[in-house]
């Protein structure tokens, strides 16, 4: 079993920022891309941010230049840095990542999701 643990969520000013982080646990052999989504309500699940296992990041048009992700492969752990949040950035941010397990196989996980709210 793989597990994903977001943190760092919470309410913020329009203008402000947060650090999230995602941690991965568990019987895994490597991580592969890590990336993350958010949902906003009545919307469907967009991709925010992803890196590859060597540290390429791709970021959505709405959030570049003002999101960074990041990667600490020692400590199997995602960052998403943001910055000059605007209540559209609202939403529920979950973490994803892709899983090669001891057996070969390939996991592809998802944290529980983590609310951040961006008050104007």
């Known amino acids: 079993q793989v597990q994903l643990v977001e943190s760092g969520g919470g309410l913020v000013q329009a203008g402000g920022s947060l650090r999230l982080s995602c941690a991965a646990s568990?019987?895994?052999?490597?991580?592969?891309?890590m990336g993350w989504y958010r949902q906003a309500p009545g919307k469907q699940r967009e991709m925010v941010a992803s890196?590859?296992?060597?540290?390429?990041?791709n970021y959505a048009d709405s959030v570049r230049g003002r999101f960074t992700i990041s990667r600490d492969n020692a400590k199997n752990t995602v960052y998403l840095e943001m910055n000059s949040l605007n209540p559209e950035d609202t939403g529920v941010y979950y973490c994803?990542?892709?899983?090669?397990?001891?057996?070969?196989?390939?996991?592809?996980?998802w944290g529980q999701g983590t609310q951040v709210t961006v008050s104007s």
């Open positions: 568990g019987s895994l052999f490597r991580i592969n891309d």
């Open positions: 890196i590859t296992s060597n540290r390429r990041a």
């Open positions: 994803n990542a892709g899983v090669t397990l001891y057996s070969g196989s390939i996991y592809n996980g």
